[in-house]
């Protein structure tokens, strides 16, 4: 137990200040590189650990953040118009929930709760198409 919980404690501290940034603002690369390296570091624990609830919740949230950060790319555009962001609301299941506007100030962490990495080919196709609809 005190080697899972070393390792979430690691994750904690590594991942701290990139999630209070401003979604929009981070460094992809660089934030991406710690998600690695913090999810590389989780996949040391002893198979023996990754049954226990709190591994499994640790992979799961290193993962979903590890699939998020294409996303974040890919919609970190000026292409993306009101409409485009009212479509991933809807996708995501938060479009009564905010002003579409809005999620252009998330943190990193707001950001994830969205779940984005759960739609991703649906969160491609609106950026996607908001890079189609610029061109016309």
């Known amino acids: 137990l005190d080697e899972v919980l070393k390792a979430k404690v690691h994750s904690t501290q590594a991942l701290a200040s ?34 226990w609830d709190v591994t499994q919740g640790l992979f799961t949230f290193l993962q979903g953040l590890h699939a998020t950060v294409p996303l974040m790319r890919v919609l970190n555009t000026p292409c993306m118009r009101t409409r485009h962001w009212k479509q991933f609301l809807r996708v995501v299941g938060h479009e009564l929930d905010m002003p579409s506007a809005s999620v252009k100030q998330y943190t990193v962490r707001e950001f994830i709760a969205l779940a984005p990495h759960a739609f991703a080919a649906d969160v491609e196709a609106i950026a996607q198409q908001a890079m189609i609809d610029a061109d016309s």
């Open 18 to 51: 990139w999630l209070e940034q401003p979604w929009r603002d981070v460094d992809l690369a660089a934030f991406e590189a710690v998600v690695e390296e913090t999810l590389n570091a989780a996949s040391e624990l002893r198979p023996a650990t990754r049954g």
